[in-house]
């Protein structure tokens, strides 16, 4: 594999915040596919993938998670809604589920993977269900961030958001019911006549945010 990394570059130069959608160009089903299969092979501790995505199709309902967000526009907008939430049952079925998973790809006995087993389970019993929160919220980023670079690669716009009630958004798609709790929205589409997109990029310096230690 060999992507020039002026391309890279050039893309997360190119992208920005959307706020503002093209909302007459829908987003090609096989492009969403490949922005949601980059964030389903994030990577996540021990591989427990404690996250699911929701992509919010019914108008009706995208009506009301605008309310949940603050009236922002883009989450009527936007030709797709992605709702990203972490898994509230870390505790009680992470652990069986991934090894579950990795005996079945590897087409290996469960009881050969013992080890990570009692890793996973280990470091979840050693923390509260605070913490396990914390945790899970904090691994359900890395797909966002994921899913973020990769639709600039391909030439589509970004809208990420935590500007919205969480519990609310929890009740509209029912997601408390289904261990879950939203984290944070994200929309994919093509911007439209936005002032913003005529702004530089404003960073700190390279030097600033690196540093080597030798």
Same mark, same amino acid.
């Given at each position: 594999?060999?992507? $020039?990394? %002026?391309?890279?570059?050039?893309?997360?130069?190119? #992208?920005?915040?959307?706020?503002?959608? !093209?909302?007459? +160009?829908?987003?090609?089903?096989?492009?969403?596919?490949?922005?949601?299969?980059?964030?389903?092979?994030?990577?996540?501790?021990?591989?427990?993938?404690?996250?699911?995505?929701?992509?919010?199709?019914?108008?009706?309902?995208?009506? +009301?998670?605008?309310? @949940?967000?603050?009236?922002?526009?883009?989450?009527? !907008?936007?030709?797709?809604?992605?709702?990203?939430?972490? #898994?509230? %049952?870390?505790?009680?079925?992470?652990?069986?589920?991934?090894?579950?998973?990795?005996?079945? /790809?590897? +087409?290996?006995? @469960?009881?050969?993977?013992?080890?990570? $087993?009692?890793?996973?389970?280990?470091?979840?019993?050693? #923390?509260?269900?605070?913490? =396990?929160? /914390?945790?899970?919220?904090?691994? @359900?980023?890395?797909?966002?961030?994921?899913?973020?670079?990769?639709?600039?690669?391909?030439?589509? %716009?970004?809208?990420?958001?935590?500007?919205?009630?969480?519990?609310?958004? !929890?009740?509209? =798609?029912?997601? +408390?019911? $289904?261990?879950?709790? @939203? /984290?944070?929205?994200? /929309?994919?589409?093509?911007?439209?006549?936005?002032?913003?997109? $005529?702004?530089?990029?404003?960073?700190?310096?390279?030097?600033?945010?690196?540093?080597?230690?030798?």
């Amino acid at each position: 594999m060999n992507i $020039k990394k %002026d391309t890279i570059l050039q893309a997360l130069n190119w #992208r920005y915040a959307t706020q503002v959608f !093209d909302k007459t +160009k829908p987003l090609d089903s096989e492009i969403l596919t490949t922005i949601l299969e980059s964030a389903r092979l994030a990577p996540s501790s021990f591989g427990i993938e404690p996250w699911k995505f929701i992509v919010v199709e019914n108008s009706d309902t995208r009506a +009301k998670l605008q309310v @949940a967000g603050y009236g922002q526009p883009k989450i009527t !907008d936007a030709p797709v809604l992605v709702v990203i939430a972490y #898994r509230t %049952d870390v505790k009680e079925n992470i652990s069986r589920e991934l090894i579950e998973r990795v005996s079945k /790809t590897n +087409k290996t006995e @469960a009881a050969a993977f013992d080890v990570l $087993k009692q890793m996973v389970d280990s470091t979840i019993n050693s #923390r509260s269900e605070n913490d =396990l929160n /914390t945790w899970s919220k904090a691994q @359900a980023y890395i797909p966002l961030g994921i899913m973020i670079e990769t639709a600039a690669l391909l030439g589509i %716009d970004s809208g990420p958001m935590e500007g919205f009630d969480p519990h609310s958004v !929890d009740e509209i =798609l029912g997601l +408390k019911e $289904k261990h879950l709790h @939203a /984290t944070s929205m994200i /929309t994919f589409g093509y911007r439209g006549d936005d002032p913003a997109t $005529k702004k530089p990029k404003v960073r700190r310096d390279f030097n600033e945010v690196v540093e080597f230690i030798k």
